[in-house]
């Protein structure tokens, strides 16, 4: 019955205002969010892990995407493979969630085993005219990006895709992704829907007021300001910021590191963007003195001021840092439910306690990170309430936010809702 009384999805998505943020129900519906994993987790690509998650042969790592389980693992010729976990006989989930070391995948229930090419070797009491050969585990269809992993489930996987990894191929190239260490992992459930967390990091309007230990590396003015309400010498420091900025960013580049802003946010699929963003104080890391975490710095990279390479998806952030990188992935868990999976990467050997201190390294994004939870809980509880309407954005800080939320808009339409 309630189901009857509410609108269609098509109905809200016609609701949406340009330069607003999204209809409650966008954010709250169970329907919603059903249709929001079918569009944007089922049908574009999406980050779900590292090669580096995997560094050994033999090493998988299970991640669950809504009642979608992948098993990402290095078989034994060191090739990254991603496989469906779910067994050819009756179906049952082959591994749990989390890491874990095989040498071949079997199956609990009835013993069916899978090399970890995921060709079926063993499948007892089937007889000797069983044809195994057709029973493989299913492969999925996956591209690495510097060592970042984007998986598609959909069979017409989105070819924009291309440009992301052209570009950032080149730009991670100096920092080893692929062969980087993960020194540590954090998963943390926001209470609130995936596109409010999503939006969140997309703006640093909050992060003055919100995030004392990021805001040390952090350059505020790189995240919008209002013009109209800066005193003059405050805007002579805002007009000298953009010009260094440009200074930078040529530097950079002629020094061989690509640095200019890229982005692909409109009448697209994949949706990113990415740019080299000068840190702040000491500027060399995103450490709450912004002083480097890991003296032994990643991939090849043997200078310290190559500022952050940030990059965003419509799973994920990201920033690359000369001595460390910490990269997040975002999952849907329900309609109020999102994990936030944090990992903190170094160089392959690097060692914790001589050449990093693991506070040091992970205390600035384990403090944002909690805090920006505690906002994205205030934001789905606020968004829950009949006395929200859709708000207006800062057309100088949140023009990012109007961008994905034309996006989704787009992208539901374009996928019949
Ligand atoms: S369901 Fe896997 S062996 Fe039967
Ligand atoms: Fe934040």
Redesign the pocket.
């Known amino acids: 019955m309630l189901n009857r009384l509410q609108s269609s999805i098509s109905s809200l998505l016609d609701a949406r205002i340009k330069g607003h943020s999204l209809p409650a129900g966008l954010y709250t519906r169970e329907d919603v969010f059903h249709a929001d994993l079918d569009v944007f987790f089922a049908n574009q690509w999406i980050y779900v892990g590292l090669e580096c998650d995997v560094p050994e042969a033999g090493d998988a790592v299970v991640i669950d995407v809504g009642t979608t389980s992948l098993i990402l693992l290095r078989d034994d010729d060191d090739e990254i493979r991603v496989v469906r976990n779910v ?6 989930r ?1 591994l749990d969630a989390g890491p874990t070391v095989v040498s071949k995948l079997v ?6 085993t899978y090399e970890l090419s995921g060709e079926l070797s063993y ?1 007892p009491h089937m007889g000797k005219d069983f044809d195994k050969s057709c029973r493989s585990l299913k492969a999925v269809n996956f591209k690495s990006i510097g060592g970042l992993i984007y998986v598609c489930l959909a069979e017409n996987a989105p070819p924009d895709i291309e440009r992301l990894k052209e570009i950032m191929e080149e730009r991670l190239a100096p920092y080893d992704i692929r062969n980087a260490k993960v020194a540590h992992q954090v998963d943390v459930i926001e209470k609130g829907n995936w596109k409010l967390t999503i939006e969140n990091n997309r703006e640093c309007y909050h992060c003055s007021a919100n995030h004392p230990e990021l805001c040390v590396s952090f350059v505020d003015l790189d995240f919008g300001y209002d013009p109209e309400s800066l005193s003059p010498e405050d805007r002579d420091e805002a007009e000298a910021h953009v010009a260094m900025y440009s200074e930078r960013i040529k530097s950079w580049e002629a020094d061989g590191f690509p640095s200019s802003a890229i982005e692909q946010v409109k009448n697209c699929n994949t949706n990113f963007r990415t740019q080299r963003l000068i840190i702040a104080g000491a500027g060399e890391s995103q450490t709450e003195d912004a002083t480097a975490a890991s003296s032994r710095f990643l991939g090849q990279v043997t200078r310290s001021d190559l500022g952050d390479i940030h990059l965003w998806g419509h799973n994920s952030w990201n920033h690359f840092m000369g001595d460390h990188a910490v990269t997040a992935i975002v999952i849907p868990l329900s309609a109020d439910a999102t994990l936030v999976r944090t990992k903190w990467l170094v160089h392959k050997d690097a060692v914790e306690g001589v050449d990093y201190d693991l506070g040091k390294l992970t205390h600035v994004w384990v403090e944002t990170t909690n805090q920006d939870a505690e906002l994205v809980a205030r934001a789905h509880a606020g968004v829950q309430d009949s006395a929200y309407e859709p708000g207006v954005y800062s057309k100088f800080s949140e023009g990012a936010l109007d961008d994905f939320a034309s996006w989704y808009v787009d992208r539901m339409r374009a996928h019949g809702y």
Not at 87 to 92: D, L, T, V
């Open positions: 067994c050819r006989h009756r179906g049952a082959l199956c609990s229930y009835h013993q069916w499948a």
